[in-house]
């Protein structure tokens, strides 16, 4: 483990199975995961899917919430751990983009850290136009910014009310 603690948000997201029980047991993974503190958690947020051209009334409806957690790991072994809990959830990452999947696990921030490499950028790159990350996000942390984009208050009031 790293030396100190970090805030992270990390923003879960399913539509497929269970979806409810998977939101339940994936937070209850993260918090019985060494080097994790689950801190808080928004309520369910039950949102439309989006595809590579906005909105996908077709595809099943998404239950997402925004955790805050506290990690002990570093922000590249912190992404790590998430994608096994998605693992353990079925998740199978096949390359395609805007898959229907069981389970969801975004690292939307890490403490104040502003990072792109080849498999993690932060902040989440879409995380400040996404209505269904920002709304659970300021119910849990109404003081919360994203690191170069400002107050995630201010980013929701902006957002038009159709965005998902």
């Not at 994936?26 to 918090?31: F, N």
């Not at 389970?103 to 921030?109: F, K, P, S, V």
């Amino acid at each position: 483990m790293e030396s100190g603690w970090n805030r992270c948000v990390v923003a879960l997201g399913s539509n497929l199975g269970d979806r409810e029980d998977i939101a339940y047991q994936a937070a209850a993974d993260i918090a019985a995961t060494e080097g994790f503190h689950l801190v808080a958690a928004s309520s369910l947020h039950e949102t439309q899917a989006l595809g590579l051209d906005g909105p996908n009334p077709e595809a099943p409806r998404y239950l997402n919430q925004v955790l805050l957690v506290d990690s002990a790991w570093s922000a590249q072994k912190t992404l790590e751990h998430l994608l096994a809990i998605e693992t353990l959830h079925g998740r199978s990452r096949d390359g395609v983009t805007y898959a229907d999947r069981t389970l969801d696990l975004d690292l939307i921030t890490y403490g104040s850290d502003i990072l792109a490499t080849a498999d993690l950028t932060l902040p989440h790159p879409r995380a400040h136009e996404r209505r269904f990350v920002l709304e659970p996000w300021v119910e849990i942390d109404p003081e919360a910014e994203i690191p170069g984009h400002g107050r995630v208050s201010q980013l929701l009031a902006a957002l038009p009310v159709e965005t998902p």
